[in-house]
């Protein structure tokens, strides 16, 4: 379990660490060109690991599996949107960061998925659990979020009076 507490702190690093870069870059080039610049490196990066994924594989030293065209079918539509989504979260993201900073970029972002993850738990609650059950859940939830932004919100009132 400790592995993958470690690897979440290590993706949470990565994720602020990416930010810097693309806002970055998006101040040299633009947020869409930044976005394109970095699907294009990551699909590199991905295609040349599973390729050598799949060369071990072959060789019997890992296990990997590929979906058959079955599997593909059985995918909702839907699903592929991840990827738009994806790739609109990179161009936001580097064209906000150089305009509000890095620290109220990720605390904002950060709130917008625990309220996007409150609602699906209120979603998920609501077909298996008493409305008093899941309030009791979600309002803490729902307050710290608010916290969060009223605190982001406060500090970049403070600075402008």
């Known amino acids: 379990m400790i592995i993958y ?3 979440a702190l290590v993706n949470g690093i990565l994720i602020g660490l990416c930010r810097a870069l693309n806002g970055r870059l998006s101040q040299s080039k633009g947020p869409f060109i930044a ?3 970095n699907h294009i490196v990551g699909t ?3 295609t040349l690991l599973l390729g050598a994924l799949i060369t071990l594989s072959i060789w019997g030293e890992f296990q990997i599996s590929l979906p058959t065209s079955l599997a593909w ?3 909702p539509w839907f699903a592929y ?3 738009v989504i994806g790739a609109l979260y990179v161009a936001i993201n580097s064209h906000i960061l150089t305009r509000i900073g890095a620290l109220k970029a990720a605390l904002l972002v950060i709130s917008g998925q625990m309220l996007t993850s409150v609602a699906f738990e209120l979603f998920e609650l609501s077909h298996s659990a008493s409305i008093t059950s899941t309030l009791t859940q979600a309002l803490p939830q729902a307050c710290g979020v608010a916290l969060i932004i009223l605190g982001v919100y406060s500090s970049n009132r403070s600075w402008h009076e």
């Open 5 to 7: 507490l470690l690897l």
């Open 35 to 37: 976005s394109f610049y």
């Open 44 to 46: 590199l990066i991905l």
């Open 73 to 75: 079918a059985e995918i």
């Open 81 to 83: 949107f991840g990827g």
